[in-house]
C-alpha cells in the first residue's frame, strides 16, 4: 500500500505492518539524510474517509524513541516530500505509536505510517521545519547560481595595487556586480 524512497536508496515498498492501521519503514543510517518521500504505490486506496499520518521516530541521546509528525498521505495527495534533516533535534509530540514497543537502534530511525479519519488528519499539526521549501525552484536554482557567480568572481579579486596593465583583459569592479 505505502512506498518510501531516500535520495540515493533502493525503493522501499514492504513496510512492517505492526498494527491493524500503522505501518512502519526502518531508515538506516539517518543521520546522513535530508529529505524522504513517503507515497502510496496505488494498488491499494485508502478506504473512503480514510488517510495515513506520517511520523517519523529517532532514538534520541538516551536510547529513547522520539516520534514527530511530518504530514500526511491520501488518496487526494497520494505522496509527500519531507525534509527530515534539521527534525533530529527537536521534541517530539503526541503520536498513535506510543504503547508499541518498536525496536530502536542508534543508528536506525523510522517511518511510521498510521491510519485514521480524514477529520482526524485535518486537525494535526506538523512539525514546521518538515516541510519542504515553497519557494520555486527556478528561483531558488537562479539565486543559489548568482551566490555562486558572485563568490566565484570574487575569488579572483586583487587590489588596484596588484594590477599590472594589460590590454587584453577588462576589469569589473566587484560592487558592480553585486549591486547587479
Not at 27 to 33: A, F, G, S, V
Not at 60 to 77: C, P, R
Amino acid at each position: 500500500m505505502f512506498g518510501c524512497l531516500v535520495a540515493g536508496r533502493l525503493v522501499q515498498a514492504a513496510p512492517q505492518q505492526v498494527a491493524e492501521d500503522k505501518f512502519v519503514f526502518d531508515i538506516p543510517d539517518y543521520e546522513n539524510i535530508n529529505h524522504v518521500v513517503v507515497f502510496m504505490l496505488g494498488t491499494i486506496p485508502f478506504p473512503e474517509g480514510m488517510g495515513g499520518s506520517v511520523y517519523f521516530c529517532y532514538p534520541d541521546q538516551s536510547g529513547m524513541a522520539v516520534w514527530q509528525l511530518l504530514g500526511f498521505v491520501t488518496n487526494e495527495k497520494p505522496s509527500a516530500i519531507f525534509k527530515i534533516s534539521g527534525l533530529k533535534s527537536g521534541k517530539g509530540s503526541q503520536h498513535p505509536f506510543g504503547a508499541m514497543n518498536l525496536p530502536q537502534t542508534p543508528t536506525v530511525a523510522q517511518i511510521g505510517i498510521s491510519v485514521e479519519l480524514l477529520e482526524n488528519l485535518a486537525q494535526q499539526t506538523p512539525v514546521a521545519s518538515a516541510a519542504v521549501s515553497s519557494v520555486d525552484s527556478f528561483t531558488e536554482f537562479t539565486q543559489k547560481m548568482l551566490d555562486n557567480f558572485y563568490n566565484f568572481a570574487s575569488s579572483f579579486a586583487v587590489t588596484q595595487a596588484q594590477m599590472t596593465p594589460n590590454p587584453s583583459e577588462a576589469f569589473i569592479p566587484a560592487n558592480v556586480v553585486l549591486k547587479w
